[in-house]
């Protein structure tokens, strides 16, 4: 650290001048050329950027309280069964073969020509029923998978959820508030940058957890569901929102060792606009690979996918239109020196 | 910082890329060295060196199989609950093995060791349960005259249900006996079971009285008292068939009563000891020329009659084979896309620096992949999803360093001075990022329900892999390649112009 702030005191004056045109995040064949990304007022319009967040997350709310989400089987509980069935009978022939069982079975069609048929808890005696009741109506059948799960282990995983989300948000404010109480202000501005990362962190998981509720409940559509690989996706966008968050904040920190000419708003916008390159960047190799898993990874990770991707794109929203410029208004409301 | 571009830090780097080649690639060099075919299926794997083995550990989604959580209930009172849950492990894993399983995991679980789970390849839900929570009934037997009686073990004779069940025995152990040389096998009675045993053992001995050891009357049939498992009343009414006695008392076969057809007949007996003296007091000892894991088996297989708790399914899953390996194609194709689509990315916007961290993200792919099996990490679709996703974050650590560098040399620096400086001024950036998602994943490790586990330790071990290969190896190869005044171009490098130096 010490060797790094020497670097720094050296060779400050050509790093950072507010309105020079010697760095551009942008790539310019002409330096002369005037830079157009930086003059970008983000702080100056945040509440626009604060309304937009609102426009998608008030919405998600609504949705969460009056309609819920859709349960996948891990969290429902219940038997479900993959299969594929030799003769191809269609979505009709299907459901009525599992009506006329009259074990509350209901059917959902797959992309790959299959079924999958899901039950209230069954015992093994009545799977191996309903299998060979299925065979019988239907024709040969190949069973992919078999899922039961039982009402405490469904219990127990949405606790556990809740649980590492908790956890993790509590830890990651007590992190941060360390990492940054050595910015000028103190443990309180530590705090704030802390504070403010948190937020925009739960800012994502609304977001996140919004849109899978309208997908799931409003849509009624399939990939909406909730389960293990969605409390996955939501803590790695807990993790990858903080990580994108922490680079804006640590050039803010380096920015304002650095330059005492600067007001703070200044100082933030400034810090935006370097790290914004690299944020988009970072997120949209990431969205890259998570298109490829959508495209080429199966159905049981698709879901999985989606999730990361919204998540991923909102975090780094977040990152550069909420975390910063929350941590102004922060700073306005409670000044620290 | 310039430890990192020092000669012993090189040579490490080689040094951990020729393991990691060796270790990706340990299934064919095992395959050269053995002269066996280089794909396909065949007999001799999975790889191992000496009794290291070295192959990717695949979990039940991938390879096909069923995972079963157990609740354990009815602990018997008194009784230390660990030891109880590691006699029920032995157990189910004796019934388990008689499966055949490659590789059957049993684990005890839960806060008060009252979980076991169970995960078995290549089984069936119905297989699996059928196996595990057989009801195996112990039963001790006498023999009793009777002359239609030819076949058996004892012609002449056949068992009679004594009333001594499993239910009155507490335990049973292998141990070695007070001479300290032949492994015996101790059985313990409850206060019920040991009044019963005690009427038994003077019968038997009034039966043929004598010393068994020089008396040749003392060793008649009435003298013993067999153990079966699930031996039934009926099995007994059918002893006057001599083909269906032969098959009753062969070895008792778990393998056997859990596929059970109509029809067929399993060997059910477990032991046939002679009684050499009346036993009171609720402790017996069962010798003869056992070794350590005959005698094991006899102790598992009597404890196995009384599974010491009841078993409660939880949940059941059961993935086919088939799906596991579609399920590996998939993601090994979603992989090889992310990849490449990154790499492509990099070298068209960063030029030389983005094909230096291209080949950097093909160390850091090859060093993962050697560790996921060096550790071994099991690998599960969630798991994979984690690996391929860190492939996609392992490239912001560069991005980082790469756009810092930007910076540094349109402030005028030169290139070699700008590389040093971006690697130091982007570290604090790179470890805190990368330092709250490591946070994350110990918090899903630790805390996340057993399904993501997995994911969080795959991009654990993504993410520090990720932090060496792009601070040491990038550094390394940007110093290296950037001596050439050939490559220090300003179209080469992506930036707008390149000061002389």
Known sequence: MSELSDVKAEEQSADIVPDGATKEPEKEPEPAKPPKVRRLNIIGRRNVFFALSLIIIVPGIISMATHGFRLGID?????????NFANHPTLPQVEAAVDSESAGGSVIQTTGGGY???YPPLNAGQVTNVQSDLQSKLGPMTVNQILEVGGTIAGETIQLSLLAVAIAATGLLILLSIWFHNVPGGWRAGFQFGGSA????????????????????????????IDAFFVTAVLTVV???????VVVFDRIRENLRVSQRLSFEQVVNLSIMQTAARSIITSFTVVLVLAAILIAGGPSLQGLALALMIGVVSGTYSSIFNAAPLLVVWRKLQPVR | MHIVLSGPIRLIVVAVLIFSLFIDGAGYVYRIANHLPLTGDVAGLPPNFGSWQLYFHKGLDLAGGTHIDYQLTNFPAGQNRSEVQQRTIAVINKRVNALGVNEPEIRGAGTNYDRITVDLAGVTAAQAQRTIGAVSKLVYTKWVPDPK?????QPGYKPALTGLTGDDISSASA??????VSWVVNIGFTSAGATLFDNLTRENVAACPGDVNTSATANCPQRHLAIWLDLTQKDIDNWEDPSYAAKVTAPYDPACLATQAEGTVCGKLLTDPITIQEIPGGNATISGSFTQQSANDLATGINSGSLPVDLVALDVTQVSATLGAEAVKLSLAAGLLGLSIVVLFMILYYRVPGLLASLALLFYAGVVLALFKFIPVTLTLAGITGFILSVGM??????????????????GRTIAAAVDAAVRRAWPAIWNSNGSTLWTCAILGFVGPSAVKGFALTLAIGVLVSLVSSIVVTHNLLAIVLISSRFRRASLLGVDRVRAV
């Open chain 1, 75 to 83: 969290f429902a509980g219940g038997t479900e069964l993959t299969v």
């Open chain 1, 116 to 118: 999958i048929i899901r």
């Open chain 1, 198 to 225: 948190v937020a925009a962190l739960l800012h994502d998981v609304f977001v996140l957890t919004g849109i899978f509720s309208i997908l799931g409940r409003v849509l009624n559509l399939r990939i909406g569901e």
């Open chain 1, 239 to 245: 993790g990858f929102s903080v990580h994108d968050t």
């Open chain 2, 149 to 153: 009686v030819t076949g058996g073990p």
């Open chain 2, 175 to 180: 141990t070695i006996d007070s001479t300290g």
């Open chain 2, 394 to 411: 392992a490239v912001d650590a560069n991005v980082l360093i790469f756009e810092r560098f930007k910076e540094e040399v349109r402030a």
